[in-house]
Antibody, heavy 116, light 113 residues
Framework: EVQLVESGGGLVQPGGSLRLSCAAS????????MHWVRQAPGKGLVWVSR????????KYADSVKGRFTISRDNAKNTLYLQLNSLRAEDTAVYYC?????????WGQGTLVTVSS | DIVMSQSPDSLAVSLGERATINCKSS????????????LAWYQQKPGQPPKVLIY???TRESGVPDRFSGSGSGTDFTLTISSLQAEDVAVYYC?????????FGGGTKVEIK
């Protein structure tokens, strides 16, 4: 069974940093490209970032480019998202997702709240 | 970016009746390598993550009741709930995974009439 478990969210002040993690199991993590998607309170789903299976290729939404960094450790089956220079509008639940032969898998999400 | 336009924004249906949600993409999401459409449907209830209902536009996820079905190809897609149950009250989203950025429809809120 595919499992994606996010962690690392919390309350942070504007301008602060957080590192999110996503522990993967039940599929060949090293063979799959991975994504982060976020959802602000009461709003829709928005793609944030993507990383290739070997970590060599990354893409970001314009809203987070230069502030967020996606990475992965295939030996640990773990995906990361480093969030720097956080703003109030970054407040959201952050989900990691993957498409295994076109079949989506999602984690339960981790809440990031940016507030003073 | 591929824009996903979902309609209606909200829908009230009587128990046991059919609910139909439409999703239109600004360009084709048909993946030529396997002739499948890179389109997924999700159900989301308050406080929960999105639940996968349908992928490849019409493949039902394991464990999803067969009253949920997906259809369409190219740029026009439909999610149908054939006989609405009380537990189907939720927000439904379509998503394309043909190109980066992944993009989502704005959501359709389904309620009981």
């Amino acid at each position: 069974e595919v499992q994606l478990v996010e962690s690392g969210g919390g309350l942070v002040q504007p301008g602060g940093s957080l590192r999110l993690s996503c522990a993967a199991s039940g599929f060949t993590f090293s063979g799959n490209w991975m994504h982060w998607v976020r959802q602000a309170p009461g709003k829709g789903l928005v793609w944030v970032s993507r990383i290739s299976s070997d970590g060599s290729d990354t893409k970001y939404a314009d809203s987070v480019k230069g502030r967020f960094t996606i990475s992965r450790d295939n030996a640990k089956n773990t995906l990361y998202l480093q969030l720097n220079s956080l703003r109030a509008e970054d407040t959201a639940v952050y989900y990691c997702t993957a498409f295994m032969a076109g079949r989506p898998g999602w984690g339960q999400g981790t809440l990031v709240t940016v507030s003073s | 970016d591929i824009v996903m336009s979902q309609s209606p924004d909200s829908l009230a249906v009587s128990l046991g009746e059919r609910a139909t949600i439409n999703c239109k993409s600004s360009q084709s999401v048909l993946y030529s390598s396997n002739n499948k459409n890179c389109l997924a449907w999700y159900q989301q209830k308050p406080g929960q993550p999105p639940k996968v209902l349908i992928y490849w536009a019409s493949t039902r996820e394991s464990g999803v009741p067969d009253r949920f079905s997906g259809s369409g190809s190219g740029t026009d897609f439909t999610l149908t709930i054939s006989s609405l149950q009380a537990e189907d009250v939720a927000v439904y989203y379509c998503q394309q995974y043909y190109a980066i950025p992944l993009t989502f429809g704005g959501g359709t809120k389904v309620e009981i009439k």
